[in-house]
């Protein structure tokens, strides 16, 4: 990490994300989501889209706390942000493609909205396309997973919606 002023704020970003990931404590989890938006709000971030998605993961585990969608929503645009930092790196924009589908087959389970859906199984064939080819297999779990909840939706073997890409003009991110 680097040695800026937001070093010693990161630092206890990680201490807290650390227990909050192994404590059923919704305390600990909204005081590393409190400390994540501090880092992030920083200039100097080292290993901002790492904090990005650490970040996204703590506001799903707070999601599964509350049923509070905002907190999902809000996960999905902190990965979204972390992919889009991670153009130079094939393995990790794959992960985090990966992690923003699982997040939106999430949503999806509460919201019924096909677009979501649709959006799901887009993110988790990113993943696939984009991983390198020695890590392709272990990304292919989710657009079954998206494909088959697709089929029991829809009864239609042809998927909701268009490319993501074709979508992208909407400029949202789940419906609220």
Request: no cysteine.
């Amino acid at each position: 990490m680097g040695g800026g002023p937001a070093n010693g704020l990161t630092e206890r970003f990680w201490e807290a994300f650390h227990v909050a990931r192994h404590s059923a404590d919704p305390a600990s989890v909204e005081k590393a989501i409190d400390l994540g938006h501090a880092v992030l709000a920083a200039e100097d971030v080292a290993e901002r889209r790492l904090v990005l998605s650490s970040l996204g993961g703590l506001l799903q585990t707070r999601y599964h706390q509350t049923g509070d969608f905002e907190f999902l929503q809000e996960a999905v645009r902190k990965v979204t942000e972390a992919y889009l930092l991670a153009y130079e790196s094939p393995e990790d924009s794959a992960r985090y493609a990966n992690n923003i589908g699982m997040l939106l087959h999430t949503a999806f389970r509460q919201n019924q909205d096909r677009g979501t859906l649709a959006d799901a199984l887009d993110w988790s064939r990113t993943a696939v396309n984009e991983a390198p080819s020695t890590k392709k297999a272990f990304y292919l779990g989710n657009p079954v997973v998206a494909l088959r909840t697709a089929f029991t939706v829809t009864k239609d073997l042809d998927p909701p919606g268009g490319s993501r890409r074709a979508r992208a003009g909407r400029r949202r991110v789940l419906p609220r």
